[in-house]
Structures are given as structure tokens and as C-alpha cells.
């Protein structure tokens, strides 16, 4: 079953034409799933801006917690972009709870191309209400 906030969501809606449509799915340790790189995603010639990574990384790591039914801002995003993902293929996203002190939530997540680790991100969240 796919997860999604909601259809028109940026990172997960289907209904979003401008958007990333990820396909997410609860995996044993958290979140995984694939979204395809499209020409409108580059920054570089042939290549993903690095906001849409990080964008990419932020959705999947915030439906971890999201699946936990946990309701909560991003409050820090980190990136670290390690190589060039090219437009044009599928990159496959995973992303697992790190650890949590009351209602702060560390996750971690990994973008990957048919090769190689592209970004890895690590976010904090901070539970509401």
C-alpha cells in the first residue's frame, strides 16, 4: 500500500503534476520507496537540483514518523549531497527513526541511484499537541 499524506502533497501526492509522486511503503525498519527523476528536477544539465533531493529525503523521513501517528514539524534538515543523480532513472529512498528524547524525533534516510548513495539527510522532528 502506497503512503501518503495527502494527493496533492508535493513529495507523495499522486494528484500533484508538479510534484515528486513518490511511491512510499512501510518497510521493516521504517520507509522505502522510489520516485522518478524527471528533466524538471535538474539543476545542473542532466542532473537533480539538490533541493529536490533534500526535498525527497525530507517527505520520506517525515513519513516515518507520520506512520507512527506522530504529528510534528521538520524542525532541521541536514543534506549531504555525495554524488549527481542523473535525470531520467528511478531513485530508491529509505528512511528509519534514529532516536527520540520526549517529543524530539531524530530520523535518517538515504537516496540512491541504480549505483550509488547520492544523499543521505538526517532530520529532527518535534511531536505537537
Do not use: Y
Not at 499522486?14 to 520507509?31: D, I, T, Y
Not at 549531504?80 to 543523480?85: G, T, V
Not at 534514529?98 to 541504480?114: A, L, N, P, T, Y
Amino acid at each position: 500500500m502506497t503512503l501518503t499524506h495527502h494527493e496533492l502533497c508535493f513529495g507523495c501526492g499522486s494528484a500533484n503534476l508538479f510534484g515528486l509522486q513518490m511511491e512510499l511503503e512501510r518497510s521493516a525498519g521504517g520507509v522505502t520507496g522510489r520516485f522518478f527523476l524527471k528533466q524538471d528536477h535538474q539543476g545542473p544539465p542532466n542532473v537533480a537540483h539538490g533541493g529536490i533531493l533534500a526535498s525527497a529525503l525530507d517527505e520520506a523521513m517525515a513519513m516515518v514518523i507520520w506512520e507512527q501517528g506522530v504529528r510534528g514539524p521538520t524542525r532541521r534538515l541536514e543534506v549531504d549531497l555525495l554524488a549527481p543523480a542523473p535525470v531520467g532513472v528511478f531513485l530508491q529512498l529509505d528512511a528509519r527513526e534514529e532516536s527520540r528524547d520526549g517529543s524530539k524525533i531524530w530520523v535518517v534516510g538515504s537516496v540512491r541511484d541504480e549505483d550509488r548513495v547520492v544523499a543521505e539527510g538526517r532530520a529532527l522532528f518535534i511531536e505537537s499537541g
